[in-house]
């Protein structure tokens, strides 16, 4: 007895902690496998980003990764015969259920060859967002406007809101989770949406490999009032099978999301994307695109979305995102030196 009180022998650790003891050791090895593989790959993302730069920089180096397609604005400055001349002199209603099956608005042979730079950006380590670096990218939107005239009239305008996927069934698990494009309501009195979302397939997508889901606002318990909730709503989803070269528009409130994949299926799901707004709809983030956008200006939009969307399949320290903070910090700091009086 020491002090009135029992000291107990000690005889080593209780049998819990010895258990726990090598379950300890073997995560804090694995902890420290994965610090120096975090390192390793830092390290080299590191050494491969200045030739990352050079790279996504320079217009020669597209022209040489997709030969068939150009990078260059004043192509894409010429008027365009196939746009509609006259306005409609009614809009079609928007359906109730909040999208739109476009059907075909691509040629097989222009899907194809924008899917196939997609493939040629990737085996040269770019992501396919850089597929907007392309004039035929943001050609598509006259062919989307043809389509969507009906629908919204003339009166709306792109968005610097873009993203292109590469979905391979055999590595990827799906496409991006459920989530809405904006959690405002859109309508308008008439109800039609002032922002409206458009997916574009470039290759055939399927349920085997992460065609899009929607939930139709007519069968979404909380829309409108209370979109910030999706808990439960992929079982009221519709799955939409695409061919390649057609299109898809939604309601920007509408809950959507990329299925998952079969891994035996091997045709990857390559597609786009844009947002149009209606030009009297002006409460939304994202900038107005002014056509023609030069080389320049086309990096700068990849830029914000990477810096917007990045999060969800982007790692952040990989060269895209290094690039796009260092792209975003030198277009701020130009925009405050403007504004500095001499």
């Known amino acids: 007895m020491v002090g009135g009180r029992d000291v107990p022998t000690r005889q080593g650790p209780p049998a819990h902690e010895s258990a726990l003891r090598p379950k300890m050791r073997s995560r804090a090895a694995r902890f420290i496998r994965s610090r120096r593989l975090d390192d390793n ?5 590191m050494a491969t980003l200045p030739a990352f730069f050079r790279n996504v920089e320079s217009p020669d180096f597209f022209r040489r990764v997709a030969p068939w397609l150009h990078v260059d604005a004043a192509r894409s400055a010429s ?19 909040g999208y739109l099956e476009l059907g075909p608005i691509l040629t097989p042979a222009n899907a194809g060859s924008l899917a ?3 493939k040629a950006l990737r085996s040269n380590a770019i992501h396919p967002s850089f597929l907007y670096v392309f004039d035929e990218a943001w050609d598509v939107l006259y062919a989307l406007h043809l389509r969507l005239s009906p629908l919204l009239g ?3 305008e792109a968005l610097a809101d873009v993203w292109a996927w590469h979905i391979d069934p055999r590595i990827d ?6 989530h809405r494009g904006t959690y405002e309501d859109v309508r308008d009195a008439s109800g039609t949406p002032g922002l ?3 997916w574009i397939a470039l290759t055939d997508a399927g349920e085997r490999n992460a065609c899009m889901h929607v939930v139709p606002l007519d069968r979404d318990p909380r829309y409108p009032d209370d979109m910030n909730d999706l808990g439960g709503l992929e079982s009221r989803g519709v799955a939409i099978s695409t061919p390649a070269g057609s299109a898809l528009a939604w309601n920007a409130n509408i809950a959507h999301w990329g299925g998952s994949c079969d891994p035996s299926y091997t ?5 786009m994307s844009f947002t149009v707004r209606r030009r009297s709809h002006r409460d939304h983030d994202f900038p107005a695109v002014r056509m023609p956008l030069s080389f320049r200006e086309r990096l700068d939009v990849i830029a ?7 999060d969800k399949e982007l790692d952040p320290d990989g060269n895209e995102m290094r690039w796009a903070e260092a792209v975003n910090g030198m277009r701020r700091a130009a925009r405050l030196s403007s504004r500095v009086p001499d």
């Open 41 to 45: 790959f830092r390290h080299e993302a």
């Open 154 to 156: 003339h009166d709306f």
């Open 79 to 97: 008027p365009r015969k196939d746009s509609p001349a006259e306005p409609p002199a009614a809009l079609e209603p928007w359906p109730a259920a």
């Open 116 to 118: 196939n730079a997609v």
């Open 304 to 310: 914000q979305q990477f810096e917007t969307y990045g």
């Open 267 to 271: 045709v990857p799901r390559i597609s």
């Open 196 to 198: 409206v979302n458009l």
């Open 173 to 178: 698990r799906g496409g991006w989770r459920i």
